[in-house]
């Protein structure tokens, strides 16, 4: 993707929930379909040549190779949340390389790696640092989601623009929809399109709400189970879109 000044430009790298699309534990009519295909969720932010991970699941490899991208071309990467869909990339940083790969964690997050030998040779080997991304302005608020996990919603700006990024979320609070006010693009939880359920806010739930606060919103983080047509002609109705793997936008 090129970039222009202040510009914001995102690539959805992966659009999926917990499982992907198709889940390999499943045979229903989604899964069995060799249309639909969706890793797991991640986004490729770039900012004036800045080029940042949005959270990195176990697709992580494969999505960098399709884009030809490696880890030195990494500005950093952001993590909202430890779940394995969203976290689990971060064992591909020990390629064996000392690059000190920027990761940015809300402290929550960081006191959580560190307290486990999940995750924290990756640090202590110099694999990766705990860092802000040098030259980005992100800024973390936390959300409610799995009450075991801390989550955070993922604010990223240029100098013009703004946007909000929430790809797991059971509930918004007020901080949320202040900064969903501001956001020139908000991207947001579809994990389920008619019950709320695992943590995650219903589509139908969230557009009542959204709706309200910003006329920009993508939404992504799908579950197999959901049927794609089905939500697309609900949302067509706000204006808004479900995004799906190798979608760019620019902002």
Do not use: Y
Not at 36 to 50: A, H, T, V
């Amino acid at each position: 993707m090129k970039t222009t000044p202040n510009q914001i430009n995102i690539k959805f790298l992966g659009t999926a929930a917990n499982g992907g699309v198709p889940q390999i534990d499943c045979r229903c009519a989604n899964c069995l379909s060799n249309k639909i295909i969706r890793k797991r969720s991640s986004l490729l932010i770039e900012i004036d040549k800045k080029k940042i991970i949005v959270d990195c699941g176990p697709d992580f490899h494969s999505q960098l190779i399709e884009n030809n991208l490696r880890l030195q071309d990494l500005s950093g990467i952001v993590i909202s949340h430890l779940h394995w869909d969203h976290s689990a990339g971060l064992f591909d940083l020990s390629s064996g390389k000392t690059l000190n790969v920027p990761v940015f964690v809300h402290s929550k997050i960081r006191k959580a790696i560190l307290a486990d030998n999940t995750f924290n040779f990756i640090f202590r080997k110099k694999w990766a640092k705990f860092s802000r991304i040098e030259g980005v302005d992100v800024k973390l608020f936390e959300i409610d989601h799995d009450p075991n996990f801390p989550t955070f919603a993922i604010k990223i700006s240029s100098k013009t623009k703004q946007i909000l990024i929430a790809t797991d979320i059971f509930q918004t609070n007020k901080k949320f929809l202040q900064e969903a006010k501001k956001s020139d693009l908000i991207i947001f939880d579809s994990t389920f399109l008619n019950e709320s359920k695992h943590w995650h806010m219903s589509i139908k739930e969230s557009v009542q709400i959204l709706s309200k606060v910003n006329n920009n919103v993508i939404f992504t983080h799908i579950n197999h189970s959901e049927n794609v047509k089905s939500i697309t002609k609900f949302l067509n109705k706000f204006g808004f879109k479900l995004a799906f793997d190798g979608l760019e936008v620019k902002i």
